[in-house]
């Protein structure tokens, strides 16, 4: 690729960032005008078809070089540099076509929204700001982007600041995204060293020491893991996605976790040179502990919202598990498993992205048709929305990682870089890899009994509520969107080979190794290492699949007898009719509270039943703790309010009193001069 053609990819991304920027300004003068929802998203969805198909071009092309862009604004000295590599253009593919679908399911579910004026501008403007951080080459740059991004969705977050709740979630989202931009800071200023060089190209060709490394990789969990929602710092995450329309949620949970997702690459496995093993075990045990606890936070939610960010935070600890493991196999010099490692956190980076989304567009139209998002009052929803609940049972079989869709095939990569283990020479990891790959298939299979439950309850059985019994179909825009991530989801499930060699220039430019060229392997198929260890084919999978659930329908249909039955449906032993007597989420999730709500959760049932001949109700009540946000997060605000209340005397003093203390201040201040110098 000659130069010229490579100085027009980053210009052709900016000019693509400029475009958003320029909507949202748009937004601003269009904001009282009737067809502003129509004008605001068609214009972004433009902008982000052609900042997709301009990722694509640049990641398929197989160049392995990289394009640069200086402009003049910025640190005086430094300017503002952008970058456009392989790794920068997968997640720019993610991030413009999670822009595309928002916006084309914002055509439909934009007119439902009561203050549009309070999202229109934010919206392309968030899209920008996850674009600059992705195109970002210097750390000034990189902060300034992460920090408009994190405003930008910010704003999104407090559009329905009015309702229950919504202002609590907008502070704790804009106070946890203050504290991960700290440690990102802190993070560069070690990179950066004492000379000061804020590019990325001096911090990749500086050397750091092991000090320096183990204190950038902990402020890197602590800033791009606050984001993503790494436990214990998610605690912003249920607040913050269910509190934003439904499509910015889908943004946010499928896109911009992502974003944090590369920062952490980048600066880890890009920037910071040639790792240390014991840096994976680190990042092994936060991922393993993520997963499981996100699958069980999800399994006892009855809002959907706030179960879909709680599975989030599941998959975003599938991630760190695999970049962990990619880690390890770095640091001991086998190349083709760390490729194996990386591009299966690569490959659910992306899976992630497309099913997250679906599910959240997916709540969104249930939201939009019955005003409710808790699953108790929804049911038999397959009657009145059936095109939504199929998009939505492809979204939930995917994410239950079932063949032969997309969320199958990266976690089956991801146990078989896990069963590579024994090649690590260290003891540490032997053991630990083996552990944290039982606790991801424990979330695997917990993953797939709360999708059971999420699907089941909302969908099927009777309505619970009057608004699910008047639930209607949404509009076609809001359909489309859905069905062409589903579509997505199943063609990457049975073709993923030209995804995983896709993926290879980035491991070729990272770990400097790539997987097995998979357009080699006959019948599509996809082998990881080698024939003798394993392989998968999802086509043949399919064909499989769909040859026996035709075949025993025929059969059943031709042997079964043709006389026609109905009947009430069984009640669990009760013999009430009404909706009410259903199987609930709840109920749904009772074994495994019992199993680990009293360690994880310190659950207690509650159960008040009257005597017999009193007329009472009987009434059974579940408490359920957050144990991180009681124990880590309620201390320090409780500590802070205290303190705030004890400073707040200060502005009550006399003036004798204030000189007394400035001149205290002052003692002090030289005190500390003097025994530092």
Sequence with gaps: MNSAVVISAVVWQMSCVAGLLGIAVLAITLSRSKSSTAVIYSATLAICVAGLLGSIRWLLDGTQGASGLTLPIGLPWLGAHFRLDALASFFL????????????????????????????????????????????????????????????????VMAHHREADNAKAGYVYLVMASFGTLALLLAFGLLAGPAGDYGFAAIRAAQHTPYAATLVLILMLLGAGSKAGLVPLHVWLPLAHPAAPSHVSALMSGVMTKV??????????????????????????????????????????????????????????????????????????????????????????????????????????????????????LGGLIHRMPLTSFAV???????????????????????????????????????????????????????????????????????????????????????????????????????????????????LQILGGRMPIQANEPWLSIVPIAESRSSYNGLLVMLFITFSAALAVSVIHRFASRALRRGPAWGCGFSDPTPAAQYSGGSFAQPIRRVFGTLAFGARDHVEMPPPGDIRPARLRIELHDLIWEGMYAPIANAVSVSSDRLNRLQFLTIRRYLSLVFATLVTLLLVLAIWS
Aim: with cysteine; hydrophobic share 60%; proline share 5%.
């Design 260 to 377: 944090a997702i590369y920062g952490f690459i980048r600066v880890i496995f890009d920037l910071l040179g040639p790792p240390d093993w014991p840096a994976s075990a680190v990042i092994l045990f936060f991922g393993g502990i993520t997963a499981v606890m996100g699958i069980l936070y999800a399994m006892m939610e009855k809002d959907l919202k706030r179960l879909l960010a709680y599975s989030t935070i599941e998959n975003v600890g599938i991630i760190f598990v695999s970049l962990g493991l990619a880690l390890a196999f770095q640091a001991n010099g086998l190349k083709l498993l760390a490729a194996l490692a990386f591009t299966a956190a690569l490959f659910h980076v992306l899976n992630h992205s497309f099913f997250k989304s679906l599910l959240f567009f997916g709540a969104g139209a249930v939201l939009m048709s019955t005003g409710e998002r808790d699953m108790d009052k």
């Design 93 to 156: 593919i993610i991030v413009n076509l999670g822009g595309t679908l928002a916006s084309l399911y914002g055509l439909g579910y934009g007119h439902h929204e009561q203050a549009p004026q309070r999202v229109l501008p934010f919206f392309p403007a968030f899209l920008a700001g996850m674009n600059l951080v992705v195109l970002a080459d210097d750390a000034f740059s990189y902060l300034l982007c992460w920090e408009f991004m994190s405003l930008a969705s910010w704003a999104l």
């Design 393 to 507: 049972l492809v979204g939930c079989v995917a994410i239950s990682a079932l063949p032969p869709f997309n969320g199958f095939v990266s976690e089956w990569l991801i146990f078989q870089a896990v069963l590579q283990s024994p090649e690590l020479p260290q003891w540490a990891l032997k053991i630990m890899v083996p552990a944290v790959g039982a606790m991801l298939a424990l979330a695997a299979a917990l993953a797939a009994a709360c999708f059971v439950k999420a699907y089941g309850i909302t969908f099927l059985g009777r309505p619970r509520s009057p608004a699910a019994e008047a639930a209607r179909e949404i509009d076609r825009y809001s359909l489309s969107a859905m069905f062409i991530l589903a579509a997505l989801c199943l063609l990457v499930g049975i073709l993923p080979g030209p995804v995983i060699d896709a993926l290879s220039p980035i491991t």
